[in-house]
Structure formats: structure tokens, C-alpha cells
């Protein structure tokens, strides 16, 4: 009876179902469906847009902070609004779905409920869109870096000795008492001013006393718009220009400095009293918050730079104790003083410093080594004696210090460079090539034939910087050979009976006038040189440098018979310098990136049958064969566009046919734009040094990003790149070699285009033996470094030095780029980038012949970015046979088949990997992938123990590091840096770690900084990762719908066909009307 009742009931509710179903379908229709249009799909897809919108940014600003810009609040404050309305938007979906949108026991929808929902999505999805809209910044995200400031003035390492605490302290309180506006600190040249006041400045920085800490050189001899120009540096302020007067930059930095409520300058190395308003220092009553600190020699100068006497604090910098200056004087020294025979004279040449600290050091690195007691009291007597000396400011002590230094120099040809930095101006950065070019000039190099052979004197700097007290001791020492007046202002020639008795005279940085002596200007002015009168007679005259000259007239140069170095670089010629032929011993000519209205005959340099060294890289033509055209009125119009005859050979090449003129010619910089005007047979001069650059290419031709024997071949067809005779010649002197924008090359190496048999010459099959760089990039059809045919000639010598290797933009490469029997003869590759060939599958092939070989042992730096088809990067089956014991760096970047990126065989041998990059990986699963049988099991090691570095970025697949329950151990003692960012899937870190980061204190996960607090690397992804809602970016369509039950006539909340939905989903009821909806189900 109760089981009949019970049917009847259910028939009565399906019948009442029946009967209304044509209404229920009708209210879908009608409110149903816009509803569900708005509350998912499309709201939904918006969130999407808006994150990816964040996404772009957010890599924007990592690029701007990378570059030291600062980012704009208002980015900031997008970034804040746009993280809090996804994670609402995120709770209101999720929300969604849980809301009972049932009534009456689920047979009819709660339209109610509905109506609420999808209004309020609605109003949300209005939000998204004003947030997509205040997104577009259009690359204006930050703004310029704010200056270093002087924390990031370079100094010797500042030793907080204890005889100077006094000192220190006294300096410190007079800072911060209202009263004082000045501190003047006075000592003799040596004692440290300089090095005092940087430490101050850089502790009134980091204690914020201060808004702004400046500080600016002033030297013997100000040079007011320098001074300008360091305090504008320092402060950011960068609308001073060159082209300023002095008073329209002193009152512009006057504004800049007023705005700045608490400012303290310093100024080192005055030696009179300085208007501080022709600079632009606001002072005193001026500017209440203002406080200087100046360092001087003369006690006097304190007094005078004192506006009130009440009001400057004056402070003597005394030499350092006797301690003080025995551990100064034993750390440069070494311990070789510690010995007993040496510790009783020692001490009596670390007295006769007289605590000067640049007298220890120097006298110290003098002695630095020398076990032998007698050398010791030599230098004792010579530091002993009295030596008279009229240097201002330098004590006596200081001088013969420094004397025993100069003395004390291996030979004399580093005497006489060390006198030769004192021909420049105080605190310039001389150039060694400038050092080079005025010592050949001077005699300074011995048993010297070339000027190739002096530079190779040099170490490697660009350039050094001279103490202005040790310049000042150099100068004297150096006096009666050279005459120096260089930065001293002077505004007339030197009053001097005769300067013949000088080898050497300097008047460089000076205002002198010199009309009456030299009808030209030094300062490159539109008024072009004439005839200056002061070259005539000039019969000694060995260097001469011109540059950045406008030249008129040039048959002046033709007097200087014995010139052997002349320096003409950036300079503009009106007419062809045809005098150049008759300097008969001219050794070195240099006419980098000079600008030329006519060409460069080959006349005019066939005659100079010494030269040695010819530098035309860059040289500029503007070919005015024809009238110009009268459409053109104003000259420099006329130069910036020249016209040029089609008919014209190009300079270069008439100079390149002069160059079997020049036996001794041995470095060369030129750039030739055509390689079919040089002739096969063409023979080349035997260079030991050269940048060559045939053909042209888009890429940017300045001599500064080029080093020495560096062959540019640009823009050139295959065909073209024959290998000339002449070319061999240089290729196989050649260290750098960049091939770029050459259609239709498919191989450097082929036997068949270089025209090499198996029966070639040695010297044919040593091209490339010097080969230290190679770059290939932007050629279209280049199929591989070498063809078939060269692999298999045995003989054959390539690559034996190649340290470096780049290949990028090459988009028919395929299979393999570095084959086994290639590859096993890169022995010293220690750089490889491998970019944007999109159908490489790989980049090497270990083979099977190669096993015990020590492949790639020499590799530090790897880089394979945008490689969509490579689907491994180190698949070998040993790591005897791949040993990349000296990797350091390695970067994985949008190569989106790669499933993992070691094995970890591979792994273990990583012992010195430091940085590792992994980014934009589709397909990636795994770093490390799970061990297999990899043949014999190999003793574990711990892994990555030099990691310092590691980047996991946008990896949608990422499981874990290494989720391998058997794998070798994993530690991470030196990790410093660990971000995590947009790796959804990741659910563990590494299964046999054991999560101990002593050094790593927080990680850069998803936009945020998220500190450690002790959990291990295991419990971060736990909690922060696995425990985190995933992005709605990540959420396919099956985990919409997890408790999907019904579905009727929602066409709209489907946006792609899936059927997943309903594989996963526990779908009971699926009322389906709609035609189009049907097919999408039931096929």
C-alpha cells in the first residue's frame, strides 16, 4: 500500500513536470541563459584577459627594475587593484558553482538567486573592463634610475683605525650640530683626506642625516663646469649641457640644489678658496640646510672658505699611530717581515713612512717579497737621507717614499712610462693606447720594432688613473725632460725662453689662445684648420695627434717629415688630405670613423712604404663627385645628404688594392662593402692584427664592439662567400668570425666550396685553428656548421681553440647542430647560445663511439632560447661520457617540447652550476627526470651543491624539480635566490631531498616575496602551491563542472567543445533541444 502511494506520488510530480516543462524551457530561454552567459563564460574569460593583461606588465616591470628604473605608483597601484579583484573574482566563481540554483526540490531553477548572480557579475565584468582599460600604459611604466650617489664612488677599502676615531667622531657630531655649516679637514698630500671623507659621506648616506650627499673633485686647477658636471651626476639632474655657459649652469644647479631640504657636499682637493656661487652651491644664509666638507693641503684654505668663524669646524688629519702603521704597512708587505732577521729593519722602513698611509702602501708593495736583509738596509738609508723638495703640500717623507718606489721599478722603460703619465691633466683617465701611441713618439719602448710589438708591453686595462700626489712627485722627478702645464688654466703660452732642452711638453685641458701661434681651433669649431705656422720647422716632431678636427687645408701636414704617428680619428675632411703621401715615415695613420667629402685616392697612401698600422673601421664618404644638388642650399644639409654616383668604387676598395704596397703593414681595421671588387688571387699582407667587415648588414658597424682579428662577413650571397686565397689568409689569422644576413649559405664548412680534397694541404686544413668566437645568425637557408663531406675527412683541423659559439635566427636548421664528430673536437667550448631555430630536434649527438671521451668539459655558459622542436638537450647514457664539470650558468627558454632537462646521471657531475634558468617550457615535467636503467649504478653524490640561483617560470606542466622516489640526493647549501612562478601542477619540490636551505631565506613566487620561516622547500610548494586555488587560466573545461547533473539548453556556458566535461562529470539528466547543442554532445 505505502509502496502504491509512493508511485502515485511519483507520477503525480512527473506529470506536473511534464506539464510545465514548455514554460520551465521558455524561462531558460529567457532569463536563464543571459544569466549564464554573463555570470560564466564571458566573465570568466575576462578575468582571464585581465590576468594575462597583468602578467605583461609585471614582466615589464622586472625589465625596467633590471635596468635600475624606478617604477611609477600609479603601475603599482594597478598591480594592488588588479591582484585584489582576480582574487575576488576567483570566490565569486568558486562561489558560484556552490550556490544552490534549485528550488522545489530541484525541479525548477531559483531564477532568483540567479537574477542576483548575474547582475553582479555584470557589475563585475564592467570592473574588468575599466581595469583592461587603466592597463594600458603604452610602455610608460617607470621612470630613469635614480643616481648611485656616492655610495657607489669606488675607494680603497676603508680601515677604521683606532688613532682616527677621535678624528671621526669629531667630523660626525660637527655634522649634526645646527651651528656649524663648514668643515674644513687639512693634512699633508698622502694622508688619506680623500679616503676619509668617502667613508663619511657613505655613513651620513646610510644614516639619512642627509636628502642628498654629493661630491666633486676641485684639484690645483678648478674647472668650474666640470665641478657642475660631478654634483649633477650625483644628484640625477642631467639638464646641464656642454653647450651651457658657466652662469646659466651655476644657476640651474643653484635651483636643483635649493630644492633639496637637507643636502651635504663634498669637496676634495681645494687648494684656494672656491666661489661657491659661480658653481652654484647655495651656502649660508642661502640655504640653512646646506653643509660642506672641503679636503685641502693648506690650513689656510679652511679659514678662508668660512663664512663666520663661529660657525666652521676645522679638523687636522694626523698620520697613524705606530701600530696603526705597522699593520698597514704588513698587510701590502706580506709576511715575509715576520721573519727574525728582517723584523728589526723592517720596522725601521715602516718608521721612516712616517704614518702616511700612501708611503706604507707604496713602500710596502715596493718591498712586497724581498727576503734579502741587505736590499732592507739599502732602503732604510735611502728613506733616511734628506732630499729637498719644493712640492707644495707633499711632505718629505711622502716624496722619498715614493722616490724609493720609482727606483725600485723593474727596469727603465717602466720608469719612463711612469713618467709619462704625469704629461696628463690631474685626475684624467689615461688610455694605455694613448700611452702607447705618445711612447713610441718619445722613444719610451726598447728593443722594440713595431708599434704592435710596444702595445703588447701594456696589460690588459683600458685605462689608469694617477694619485694626484704621486703625479705630483712624478712630475718633479721627471722635470728636466718634460715640460707639463696640463689642466692649469692658462690662458697664453707658456713664458719660457726655449722648450727645445724638453723631449716631452703637455698643455693639454688649458684656455689658451692660440690665433697668434695656430690658425685652427682645438675644440673641433665649424671654423675649419688652415695653415698653422707653428708645424713649420718642426724636425723632430714623432706623434701628433688631430682628432675631432674640422680640416680645411691639409698641406701643412706634408711639412712633418719625421711624424711615425698620426692620430686623425672622427675627423672631418673638406678636401682629400693628399699631404699625407709625403710622410714617408709615417709608421701608424689613424682615420677611424672620419668623414670624407671626397675619396681617399689610392695615391695618397701608396707612398707610406713604413707603415705599420692603418686605421680606417667606420670611415665615412660622402662622394660630392657631382655639383650638388641646388635644391640643397645649406652646406651641412648638403653632408648630411650627399650625393652619390653610381658609377663611384667604393675608398675602401682602392685601398685595399694599395695594401700589397705596405710590406710591413701588420694591423689593419677596414670595412669593404662589396667582396666581389677584390679580385680571387687577390694577395693579402701577412696582419697579425685586423677588424675586416665585408659586405653590409643591418646590424650596427662601430669599432668599439669589435676586438682585434675579427673577420664581419654581411650580406652576402652564398656564391659570394667563396673562400677566396685572399680570404683564407685572413681566416686563418682570424679569432672572431661573424657571419650574418647571407642568403643562400647553407654550410661554413663544405670541402666542396672551399675546394679541399682529402689530399689538401696542411695549410688549406688548418683554417680555422685560431678560431677563438664564432657567430652565425639571420641566414635563412644554413643547414649546419659542416656538411657530410667535411666530417668524414679525418685530417681535418677545425675549431681547435673555439671558446665561444652563437647561432641564432637560422630557421632551417634541423636535426643535428653539433654532431659527435664535430663535437669532439670543441674541446675549449666554454660559451654556447642556441636561439630562435625553430626546427632544431637537437643541438648535440654524443654517439656511441665516444664513450670515456670527456666531452664539453670545458663548458661554463649555456643558453637554448626559442627552440620549439628540441625535445632534449643532454640525452647520453654515461656522464663519463658528458662531463660538465665547469658549467656555471644555463638558461632554457621557450623550448616547448622538452620533458625534463637532466638526467640525473647529468645531473651529479653539475658540481659547479650556479644559475639556472628555466623558463616558458610547455611540454616541461620535470628538471631533473626520474632515474631509469641507466647501465651501471654510479656512486650518488649530492646534486646542485653550488646552485645559487634558480628561476622556474611559466611551466604549466611542471610536476617537481626531480619527483623520483629512488633519485640521488638532492641539497641546497649555497641556494640564495629561489623563484616559482606560474607552475600550477607542481606538487612537490624533490622527492629525496632533504630541504635544507641555510642560506635561502624567501621565495619570488606568483608576484609576491614569501618568506621561508623555516618551512624546507618541500613544505613551501605544500603549502603555497598544492594548497593554493589554481589560476583561472589553468582550470580546463572538465574542472568547471565537476558535480555537473543536469544541462539544459546552456549553450552558451561552453566555450570550446569538450566532452571531457561529461567523461569526468556525474551527469544523470541532459535535456537537449537545441540542434546545434545536440550535435556538440552526440555525434
Known sequence: MELCNKNKSENMAMAICDAL????GKVVELLVKPVGRQFDYVFYRQVQNLEAQRKDVLDSINAAKRNREEILVSVKNWI?????FIL???EFLEGGTNVNLKCFNGWFPDLVTRRRLGKEAKNKAEEAKELEKEGKFNNNISKPAPPLGIESIPSEQFVPYASRNSTM???MEALIDEKINIIGIHGIGGVGKTTFVKEIGKKEKSNKHFDEVVMAVVSQNPDIKNIQGQIASMLGFTRLTDQQSEIERASMLYARLKDVKKILAILDDVWAKLNLAAVGIPFGNDHQGCKIIITTRREQVCNSMGMERLRTKIVHLDVLSEKDSWDLFKKNVGDVVDSNVLTVVANEVCKECGGLPIALVTVGNAMKG?????LWDEAARELRKSVPTNIEGVDQRVYKSLKLSYDYLQDEEAKACFLLCSLFPEDHNILIEDLVRYGMGLRVFKNVDTVHEARGRANKQDCIKMHDVVRDVAIDIGSKKYFVRAGCNLNDWPKIDSLDQYTGISLMRNQINLSQQLDYNFDCSPDPIRSPDAFNNQTCLRTLVLDRIKFGDTKYLGQLKTLEVLSLRCAFFSEAPNAI????????????????????????VLPLSHLEELYLFGTKYSRRIRDPDPAIEDADLA?????EGPEDPDPAIEVAAALRSWPRLKVLTISIPDIAYISKDFVFPELESFIIFIGKSSSEVSVENYSPNYLVLGNLVGTMVYWSKWLKMVLKRATRLKIVDCSQFEYLINTEEWGISSQAQQLDLQLLFNLEELELSCLVTFKGICAASALTTSSWVCFPKLRSLKVGDCPSLSTVLLPFNLLQRLQHLEKLRVAECEKLEQVFDFGSEGEGMKLLSSLRDLYLIKLPRLKHILNCSSRQHVQLCNLRFMSVVSCDKLKYVFQPSIAQALHQLEVLWVIKCEEMEEIVAAKQNEGQQEEEERVFKSLKKLYLQDLPNLSGFCTGEDDCPFEWPSLEELTVENCPKMKTFAATTSGSTPKLKEVYSDESVIPLQGM??????QTHIISKPPKLSTINNAELLPKLSELANFITYLPSPNQEIFQRAPTNKIYVEHKILRNFFFK
Not at 724581498?370 to 741587505?374: R, S, V, Y
Open 21 to 24: 516543462i514548455s514554460i520551465e
Open 80 to 84: 594592488d587593484k588588479v591582484n585584489g
Open 88 to 90: 575576488e573574482a576567483k
Open 169 to 171: 667622531t669629531s667630523v
Open 370 to 374: 724581498k727576503d734579502d736583509p741587505t
Open 581 to 604: 703621401r709625403e710622410l714617408t715615415n709615417l709608421r701608424l695613420l689613424d682615420m677611424t670613423e672620419s668623414h670624407h667629402e671626397f675619396l681617399i685616392p689610392a695615391a695618397m
Open 639 to 643: 653632408a648630411e645628404y650627399p650625393i
Open 1016 to 1021: 624546507d622547500l618541500n613544505q613551501f610548494v
